[in-house]
Nanobody, 127 residues
Framework: VQLQASGGGLVQPGGSLRLSCAVS????????ISWFRQAPGKEREWVSC????????YYAETVKGRSTISGDNAKNTVYLQMNSLKPEDTAVYYC?????????????????????WGQGTLVTVSS
């Protein structure tokens, strides 16, 4: 599948952003879609995952309670709503797809579980 991330930008601390991941070449129900992020000088880390066929969501502790992942099956798009943003949320955000069976196995947080990636969208949290 092909993925296109968008929605990044500059936001002040405490602000909100909604990222979008448009998926083509496949049906959301057959995939787990995750968001990862990579801050300057740091490794890429998993942020959140959506299993749209069951409506299950998973979050890293660093964003739990501040972010909501959701999907629109009609638009084949996954969203990441981020609230109460902090400077440490500054990163390039990527969306990625993995077969739904990987989500069922519990390995949705592993970078190596994903073979299809979007191009990334930059989120900068700064005053």
């Amino acid at each position: 599948v092909q993925l296109q991330a968008s929605g990044g930008g500059l936001v002040q601390p405490g602000g909100s952003l909604r990222l979008s991941c448009a998926v083509s070449g496949g049906t959301l129900a057959y995939y787990g879609i995750s968001w990862f992020r990579q801050a300057p000088g740091k490794e890429r880390e998993w942020v959140s995952c959506l299993s749209s066929n069951e409506g299950r969501t998973y979050y890293a502790e660093t964003v739990k309670g501040r972010s909501t992942i959701s999907g629109d099956n009609a638009k084949n798009t996954v969203y990441l709503q981020m609230n109460s943003l902090k400077p440490e949320d500054t990163a390039v955000y990527y969306c990625a797809a993995t077969p739904i069976g990987v989500v069922y196995s519990g390995l949705y947080y592993r970078l190596s579980s994903y073979g299809d990636w979007g191009q990334g969208t930059l989120v900068t949290v700064s005053s």
